[in-house]
């Protein structure tokens, strides 16, 4: 018998854009989502250790430092985003997704539910 | 007896008359210098007293000064002493006539008491002869002078038959190496170089008619084989079929004219002058060259010479002139010649000349077609511009990945943030944060995209004024803040003064974009890094500097860093034109500038001079 228990989606949100940061806050912070926003990478970095979040979106270019090197950081397991508004980058690290700036916002909406049902999925089948 | 009569007067007569031919007067005297008889012919210039002088003593005759000779002449006849005439020569002194000369003569005679003298004045004789002599002198003396101008004269000169042999040489032709009898025995065509042979034949036959030479040119060979060009003046003597001629050596100057020509063709270059006496005016032919329809007659050459000036230059180059002459100044203009679209560059230079009484005289002056080199110039500026350009689009490259990023990033803002503006409807004070935060991120896309239009715009378009450098700051800092930011570059501002630069702002700026972006690449990712922009006033100059956290350069380039396409950057992400044309472009501005490598820090100083400065105060920091 399944239960569902419902469970928000952890997330990080690191951007050195602190106007969109504080939209990600607004806009997605429900009783689905919970939502973290970082405009510094190391405390994106420390928080992504302790917490382990469900999900993780990084900016490109950040101050002094690029997405993917954060990305090596953080714990391998949780699953990245990265948004970009390079017109091309290249980049080796595995992220789930490359969004492009300016994005839609019912793209990052989709994507959410999409990961908060594979988290209650997976919480199931731990169950 | 009338016949005896008549025989012995006509004797007397003719006695008389031979005496009175010979001499002024003759008297018979006895011993005693008693007159025993007196023939004479004309005593109105003497000094005979009318009446009778028989048995008169001389002394009462004739003046005091002849006495005495006379006397002793007689006194050493008749010792016997001289047994021819004698004469003596005195001075006398006559009333009105003035001092005479005469001249006494004592004879015997068969009677041993009796002498003849004869008194005559040889006051014009004595002045003919003096005269004469005075001549003799004159003409030894003219002779003599004229020998000497003939040796001495630096013209070659001689006498020649129309036989075509010299016949007398001066000195001034040892130059040509031989010898008097060496010219003298050949005919002097011998010596003409064979071109010239023919024209100097040509020549001797018009003076054979009486024709003079004026300035014929011929050259003749040395006795070295080499040839010196003689300028012949020569006039004939028919007469005496003999030619006088004078030869001057214009060798050296030919060589001259001719090289002097020559380096005026080379030049474009023509010289002329114009005289307020429109007949003086003169040009060289090489003015014809530059100005091929100048001069179809030489009256007034000022005139001329502006109808052929391009229409749209004429009137300045008339004022020009005017100017020059008013001034005193000389003029140095740049003007077409020809009309429409068939014209020619030349450069005009022109100096007024003026009479000691301060009347103007004319113009004198240059004329050189400069069109090669304008167009030249023109293409060296028009390289210059495309190389600025081209420089231009590498910074814009390397700004371009940021820019990109710098403008989706407030997009991004825009229209998330338009989403919850719909959700904030009902709430005012969150609508109006939002609407704030929607015109800032606007304000920084078209910021940002202003600059970039400025910045790619090309330098041709931008004349040189004078612009506020903190505004020349500002603007580039905002093209490279973001490129800053994501480098981890700080960028701080130093301004202790403003003012207004003589320049293109454009170009300025892109000095100061190039400056700083080589800063943020060689900062990117190390701690704490910044750069500085510093603005402050020195005694000659205004200093901006661009000076970063860096630990300057390193010895081995510092000397070839603004060398064009010198890098130290990876292949592919520099040009290494940057500085160079950095240094070309503050040249260009009359600034400099250097490494100032004296402190611990990279340090660029931009050196602007204070004359094209406008100084408006100092800034609290």
Redesign the interface.
Same mark, same amino acid.
């Given at each position: 018998m399944a239960i569902t228990t419902h469970q928000p989606l952890q997330v990080l949100f690191l951007d050195d854009e602190k106007e969109l940061c504080e939209f990600f806050q607004d806009y997605f912070e429900t009783s689905d989502f919970k939502i973290s926003t970082f405009s510094q990478v190391h405390e994106a970095v420390a928080f992504s250790k302790k917490r382990n979040p469900d999900l993780i979106f990084l900016d490109y270019r950040l101050p002094g430092v690029l997405g993917d090197q954060v990305a090596r950081e953080m714990p391998d397991h949780i699953p990245k985003i990265l948004l970009t508004g390079e017109i091309a980058i290249t980049t080796s690290y595995p992220f789930e997704q490359i969004i492009e700036k300016p994005f839609e916002v019912s793209d990052i909406e989709r994507l959410l539910r999409h990961y908060q049902s594979r988290l209650s999925k997976q919480k199931v089948r731990d169950a | 007896m009338p016949d005896r009569l008549e025989k012995l007067e006509e004797k007397i007569t003719s006695t008389e008359e031979v005496l009175s031919a010979v001499s002024d007067l003759t008297f018979l005297v006895d011993r005693d210098t008693r007159v025993v008889q007196l023939w004479y012919r004309d005593v109105s210039a003497l000094f005979i007293p009318p009446g009778e002088v028989r048995n008169r003593k001389l002394s009462e005759l004739v003046p005091a000064d002849l006495i005495e000779p006379l006397q002793r002449a007689i006194d050493e006849l008749d010792r016997g002493q001289l047994a021819e005439a004698f004469e003596y020569q005195d001075l006398f002194t006559a009333g009105d006539d003035g001092a005479r000369w005469f001249e006494c003569r004592a004879m015997p005679t068969p009677n041993p008491d009796q002498f003849v003298l004869v008194i005559s004045d040889v006051t014009e004789r004595r002045r003919l002869r003096s005269e004469s002599k005075a001549l003799r002198f004159k003409l030894d003396r003219a002779q003599e002078e004229l020998a000497t101008f003939f040796e001495t004269a630096p013209e070659l000169l001689c006498i020649a038959g129309t036989d075509g042999r010299f016949k007398k040489l001066n000195r001034a032709w040892e130059r040509l190496g031989y010898s008097d009898g060496e010219l003298l025995q050949r005919p002097f065509i011998d010596f003409v170089h064979p071109d010239d042979v023919e024209p100097t034949l040509r020549e001797i036959e018009a003076l054979r008619s009486g024709r003079t030479t004026i300035q014929f040119k011929n050259r003749y060979r040395t006795k070295d084989g080499s040839y010196r060009t003689l300028s012949w003046n020569t006039t004939p003597d028919l007469e005496s079929q003999l030619l006088y001629a004078a030869a001057r050596d214009v060798t050296e100057m030919e060589d001259m004219e001719q090289q002097l020509a020559e380096a005026k063709a080379l030049a474009k270059m023509g010289t002329w002058t114009f005289h307020q006496d429109f007949r003086r005016s003169k040009w060289c032919s090489q003015m014809r060259e530059i100005i091929p329809d100048l001069f179809g007659s030489r009256d007034n050459l000022n005139e001329r010479l502006l109808l052929n000036i391009h229409p749209h230059d004429r009137r300045e180059l008339k004022s020009g002139l005017e100017r020059s002459i008013r001034s005193g100044q000389p003029l140095n203009a740049t003007c077409r010649v020809g009309c429409g679209n068939e014209f020619s560059w030349i450069e005009l230079r022109a100096k007024a000349k003026w009479r000691s009484t301060g009347e103007f005289e004319g113009l004198v002056g240059t004329c050189q077609d400069v069109t090669e080199r304008l167009q030249a110039e023109q293409s060296l500026q028009e390289e210059r511009l495309k190389t600025l350009q081209v420089s231009k689009l590498a910074s814009l490259g390397e700004l371009? /990945?940021?820019v /990109?990023?710098?403008?989706?990033?407030p997009? &991004?803002?825009? &229209?998330?943030?338009l989403?919850?503006l719909e959700?904030y409807r009902e709430q005012p004070e969150r609508f109006q944060k939002k609407i704030e935060?929607l015109e800032? &991120?606007c304000r920084r896309v078209s910021r940002i995209v202003r600059g970039l239009k400025r910045f790619s715009r090309s330098s041709a378009a931008d004349a040189r004024g004078f612009h506020r450098l903190s505004n020349i700051i500002a603007e580039s800092v905002a093209l490279v803040e973001s490129r800053a930011?994501?480098?981890?570059v700080e960028i701080r501002l130093n301004q202790e003064v403003d003012c207004k630069f003589f320049c293109n702002e454009i170009e300025i700026e892109q000095v100061l974009v190039n400056l700083m972006n080589n800063s943020i690449d060689a900062l990117?990712?190390q701690p704490g890094a910044w750069l500085e922009l510093c603005l402050t006033e020195q005694s000659e100059e205004v200093l901006l500097s661009v000076k970063d956290s860096g630990a300057g350069i390193s010895k081995e380039f510092v000397n070839r860093l603004f060398e064009p396409f010198f890098t130290t950057k990876e292949v592919g992400s520099g040009t290494g034109l940057g500085l160079s044309i950095c240094r070309g472009i503050l040249k260009s501005h009359h600034a400099s500038i250097r490494l100032n490598d004296s402190g611990p820090n990279t340090c660029f100083e931009i050196r602007l001079p204070k004359r094209l400065c406008e100084i408006e105060g100092t800034l609290e920091s």
């Open positions: - | 371009s /990945a940021g /990109a990023h710098e403008i989706n990033n997009l &991004s803002i825009i &229209s998330a943030n989403k919850l959700r935060v800032k &991120s930011t994501r480098g981890g990117r990712g």
